[in-house]
């Protein structure tokens, strides 16, 4: 157990809906970073949150937005989803820089 | 624009022998280099990282051999057992210090008997 929970760890959906990921970063860690992972592109970073403030954007659609509430804990939002959107998401914490970074289990979304 | 190229995409390999994965980067501003091992079903967890200011770092089986004026780094696996099959990625910081990390797009490795 890595100390990241993210939840659910599957999630099934339609064309169009909205579903959001949940994100529970180490005890002590005030980062979040949320990553996608998908077959043919690997990993690529989405948003990080830095103590309830957004430090840092990568390639999140618009359609995409996160949070991270003053508990720390972090959600993603995704909608009007497209069956390209199906992927692993997973959310990492640290401390606050890089070095500690450590990933959670994962969701793995289903657009069908 | 890929910052962290990675390869091969894939690699098989005999038991005991030696693995070698490979990164090259773009920017020089990087300063740290983490390897990141995923098993199927799980999120990626850190193996070992490197900063520029040494040329290696060994340990246990796995070394990082860091060349800057290539601006590469690869790993290597000793002695390679059935148990190391995983996925393995490079990373460094999008744009130096303490940005988030970007990542290769993996290698999957797979050491047979």
Known sequence: DSGVTQTPKHLITATGQRVTLRCSPRSGDLSVYWYQQSLDQGLQFLIQYYNGEERAKGNILERFSAQQFPDLHSELNLSSLELGDSALYFCASSPGGIVGYTFGSGTRLTVV | ?113
């Not at chain 2, 740290?32 to 990626?44: A, E, N, S, V």
């Not at chain 2, 910081?93 to 988030?100: D, E, I, Q, R, S």
């Open chain 2, 1 to 113: 624009q890929q910052q962290v190229k990675q390869s091969p995409q894939s690699l098989i390999v005999q038991k005991g022998g030696i693995s070698i994965i490979n990164c090259a980067y773009e920017n020089t501003a990087f300063d740290y280099f983490p390897w990141y091992q995923q098993f199927p079903g799980k999120g990626p967890a850190l193996l070992i990282a490197i900063r520029p200011d040494v040329s290696e770092k060994k340990e246990g089986r796995f070394t990082i051999s860091f060349n800057k004026s290539a601006k590469q780094f690869s790993l290597h696996i000793m002695d390679s057992q059935p148990g190391d099959s995983a996925t393995y990625f490079c990373a460094a910081p999008k744009v130096g210090g303490n940005t988030p990390l970007v990542f290769g797009k993996g290698t999957r490795l797979s050491v047979i008997a």
